[in-house]
Each structure stands twice: as structure tokens, then as C-alpha cells.
């Protein structure tokens, strides 16, 4: 179920200030090598959802997990790429399109891939992809040759297949401490 060497990892954890630099500490610390992370709110306003991918040539991702385990702030915690699952990765990619012919190409690479354009210019185009990743990097590839001038990517998330639910509902103690220290609910960020 490993794809490329790559592990990916679902964590859901406090949606409190600093659990994001704990997890990437204990990670940097433990010396594994993280290929994405991506970090988002779930249902729960108290409870977050990372999605990490690592180069599993450092460590396997039960090892990681049980690492991850260890942090207070840290409610669960699956390897995803063991089980059946649906992974994706979003990219914005600029490219050039300053003549005819360089549109052309790539209105035709957009209509063999998930793609569409988003923005067009005169001198450059706004291409949005979303797809595994290994769908995302052979369009880059394709995409090379009209020339890319500016790319960002999202990173990786990943959710189990079916039944395979990883969701904190029940999950409540944020609410209560809140409630204790002013009265009111507030929702902190990650």
C-alpha cells in the first residue's frame, strides 16, 4: 500500500496554539524525513486533523505513530497508507501563454489530466490540479516544456475508504476548559 517509499500518517490533535511546532519537533528531533504536512479543521471545532507523509527509508509509520502518540495534545493517530484510502494533492501552476501555440498545448494537456485553467492572461496562465500526487507530478512534467513560471502545492490529505472513519466527537475537554476560564466558548487555532 506504500506508494514511492512514502508513508501517510492521520493525526487528530487539540486545536490549541503550539501543537503544530510539538508535532514538528518530536518529528525533526526523531530525524524523520517529512515529505508534506498539511494541517485542517474538522467537524469538531476543538479537534484538528494533520495529514503528514514521510519518507518511510527513516522509519516505518507505526514507529512514527507510537512517537506521535506520546504528545499530550494528540488524540489519534493512523497509518493511512496500510489500508484502502484516497489521497490528494492540490496545485496552482503558472505558466506561460504567451502565444498561440503555447495555449494551445496547454488547453491539451488540461484535457488529458484533472486540470482546468483558471486565469488566463497575456502573458501567462493559472492552471489548478487536484489528483494523487503522482498525477499532479507527471502534468508538472508535461507542463515543463511551455515553461513554468511560479507553482505552489497544498501538500497531501488523506482520508480512508468506506467505513474507516477517524472522527473526534466525543472529544470535549477544550469545552470545558474554556467554559472554566471565561464564561464563554472561543475557538483557538492550531
Do not use: W
Request: charged share 25%; with cysteine; glycine share 6%.
Amino acid at each position: 500500500m506504500t506508494q514511492n517509499g512514502k508513508q501517510t500518517l492521520s493525526a487528530l490533535v487539540e486545536n490549541k496554539p503550539g501543537v503544530l511546532n510539538r508535532v514538528v519537533s518530536m518529528l525533526r528531533r526523531r530525524n524523520f524525513n517529512v515529505d508534506s504536512l498539511t494541517v485542517g479543521r474538522t467537524a469538531n471545532p476543538f479537534v484538528s486533523r494533520m495529514t503528514i507523509v514521510v519518507d518511510q527509508t527513516r522509519g516505518s509509520g507505526k514507529r512514527i505513530a507510537s512517537n506521535l502518540f506520546k504528545l499530550v495534545n494528540v488524540i489519534d493517530v493512523k497509518v493511512i497508507s496500510d489500508e484502502l484510502h484516497v489521497s490528494r494533492d492540490l496545485a496552482l501552476i503558472k505558466v506561460r501563454s504567451d502565444d498561440a501555440e503555447s495555449r494551445n498545448a496547454l488547453t491539451l494537456i488540461c484535457e488529458r489530466f484533472p486540470a482546468r485553467i483558471i486565469d488566463i492572461g497575456p502573458a501567462v496562465a493559472i492552471v489548478e490540479i487536484t489528483a494523487q500526487e503522482d498525477i499532479v507530478e507527471a502534468m508538472i512534467k508535461e507542463l515543463e516544456p511551455i515553461g513554468i513560471v511560479e507553482m505552489v502545492r497544498t501538500g497531501v490529505v488523506a482520508m480512508g475508504r468506506g467505513v474507516r472513519i477517524m472522527e473526534a466527537d466525543d472529544y470535549r475537554p477544550a469545552v470545558e476548559a474554556i467554559k472554566e476560564d471565561s464564561g464563554s466558548y472561543q475557538v483557538y487555532g492550531v
